[in-house]
């Protein structure tokens, strides 16, 4: 059991239960938060929440239970209880990570575009948009430097995955030379295309001068001859749950393009998470599959032609978990690009299959 405890969540949680309505982890836990930061989380329950923010979201006092599994993985890896080595292949700050492998086995760099010195405004893309769909990504980039002053492009990870790994120190660090990295190029201002990264680096940037802004706060799409109409519901990322810019943001643009919108049950600050936060597809599938099925079947009940998502991550998990159904990333829609991050997650898998995949595995593996 952990012995980190959190005296707001012990003083001020009222054990009214509405959380656990929006949590199967609270109702599998079959406790409120201030019972489990008295009696300790175990490190299986910190590996089984997905830090999406719903329970806060829903909590009328605002408390965040989600820091009593914060806080044990974190403990966890200090202690040696929980071998995150074991995954270093997700570690973005290590050269031999699955993405960079997925980049180099499919040819996929931004050397042409990199920024140079006194670069002003790049463009951020985050880490999942810059491997599986560079053509989205550039796309995305020719757009900004059209309408925009960006001029550049920053290949770039903003460590969240170290955060929720509980990998505190080399977060610091990554954050360190990411702050470093901006000033060595007066980078004043970045725009991104991905909300975890847009909050992260909000966060992180902008209380030494740099300015973060969407790519749908910069971009104007053109109605699109082809729309007639065809309806869409969103698919709200966590990360956004809490200020809906993004939601907004992207509504407006799917309205203004000639779509209809519809929406889910779960949607806005009540979303639900797609099963990639917190890497849980890696510690509890069954939880996975119990979430995304349930967006299918709220999908099913709109109607609606599209399932949009502004998150790639969202999108590749609904890709590749439920098959036939039709999610696309909002750019997509809005700069009418085909999807080529379709089928990303069963190529990065064939990556390591035969005998050259084991000798990529033990490369990615290799410190």
């Not at 959380?19 to 982890?25: F, G, M, N, W």
């Not at 490190?43 to 599994?69: K, M, V």
């Not at 797609?274 to 349930?294: A, K, N, W, Y």
Request: charged share 20%; glycine share 8%.
């Amino acid at each position: 059991m952990s012995e980190i405890t959190h005296p707001a969540t012990l003083k001020n949680c009222t054990g009214c239960g509405v959380c656990r309505d929006s949590c199967q982890l609270l109702r599998e836990s079959d406790c409120t938060p201030a019972e489990l930061a008295r009696l300790g989380v175990t490190l299986s329950e910190a590996l089984s929440c997905s830090f999406c923010g719903a329970c806060r979201s829903a909590c009328p006092d605002g408390l965040w239970p989600g820091e009593l599994f914060a806080g044990k993985r974190s403990e966890a890896v200090r202690s040696g209880e929980f071998d995150v080595a074991s995954f270093r292949y997700l570690f973005p700050d290590r050269p031999n990570n699955v993405m960079a492998m997925y980049r180099r086995q499919y040819g996929i760099e931004y050397a042409d575009l990199a920024p140079g010195a006194d670069t002003g405004t790049c463009f951020f893309p985050g880490c999942t948009l810059m491997s599986y769909s560079p053509v989205l990504t550039r796309a995305v980039f020719a757009h900004l430097q059209e309408q925009t002053s960006c001029q550049a492009i920053w290949t770039d990870c903003c460590g969240k995955l170290l955060e929720q790994l509980g990998l505190q120190e080399r977060l610091q660090h990554a954050q360190e030379q990411l702050i470093s990295y901006a000033r060595e190029h007066a980078i004043t201002r970045i725009i991104t295309a991905c909300p975890g990264c847009y909050y992260d680096m909000k966060k992180l940037l902008q209380p030494v001068g740099i300015r973060v802004e969407s790519v749908y706060e910069n971009l104007v799409f053109k109605a699109a001859d082809d729309a007639g109409g065809a309806s869409c519901t969103v698919h709200d990322s966590c990360p956004d749950r809490f200020t809906g810019e993004w939601g907004r943001q992207v509504r407006d643009a799917l309205q203004q393009r000639g779509y209809s919108l519809v929406e889910m049950p779960h949607s806005g600050s009540a979303t639900i998470c797609c099963g990639s936060g917190g890497q849980l597809s890696h510690f509890r599938p069954d939880l996975v599959e119990e979430l995304t099925d349930l967006r299918r079947t709220e999908f099913a009940q709109t109607g609606a032609a599209w399932l949009v998502a502004y998150c790639l991550s969202c999108v590749l998990k609904y890709d590749s978990m439920l098959a036939g159904l039709p999610v696309t990333h909002a750019l997509s829609l809005l700069l009418d690009l085909p999807a080529d991050y379709a089928g990303a997650k069963e190529r990065s898998c064939e990556m390591f299959q035969g005998p050259e995949g084991e000798q990529r595995w033990a490369a990615v593996m290799t410190d």
